[in-house]
């Protein structure tokens, strides 16, 4: 299972890549897999402020809808475009070209409440 050490998680499988006062969120390659085949992605966020935790879209799945959360308070500043018409990149490259969101950070010391690459396996093995 592929955990990237420069990520940091959270315990509902998203990943977040942090660039200065913005991040890239995603989810993980353990949520892709347990979704299966990835058919839709819905965000219709971008430009909203939302909170930790808050739903931020949908993934629709052969099987399942599942909600994303945020991991972090922060506007919602792009929707990668890509998954539009390809949503099965997240299939392919959850942590690359799959990223779902990027967002400016609103509270920065949030990210240190996260999970680091060793906690989220710790968490899966669990």
């Not at 592929?2 to 991040?23: C, F, M, Q, S």
């Not at 939302?50 to 993934?59: H, R, S």
């Amino acid at each position: 299972m592929n955990v990237p050490e420069n990520l940091k998680y959270t315990k509902d499988h998203e990943w977040i890549r942090v660039e200065g006062d913005e991040a890239y969120v995603g989810i993980t390659d353990y949520a892709q897999g347990e979704l299966g085949d990835i058919v839709f992605i819905e965000i219709e966020t971008e430009g909203e402020e939302l909170a930790k935790e808050e739903v931020f879209g949908t993934i629709e799945a052969v099987k399942t809808v599942s909600d994303m959360f945020m991991p972090i308070a922060g506007e919602v500043l792009e929707v990668n475009e890509k998954l539009e018409d390809s949503p099965e990149v997240v299939n392919n490259d959850a942590y690359g070209d799959g990223w779902l969101i990027k967002v400016k950070i609103t509270n920065p010391s949030e990210v240190n409440e996260l999970l680091d690459a060793a906690a989220y396996k710790a968490l899966l093995e669990a």
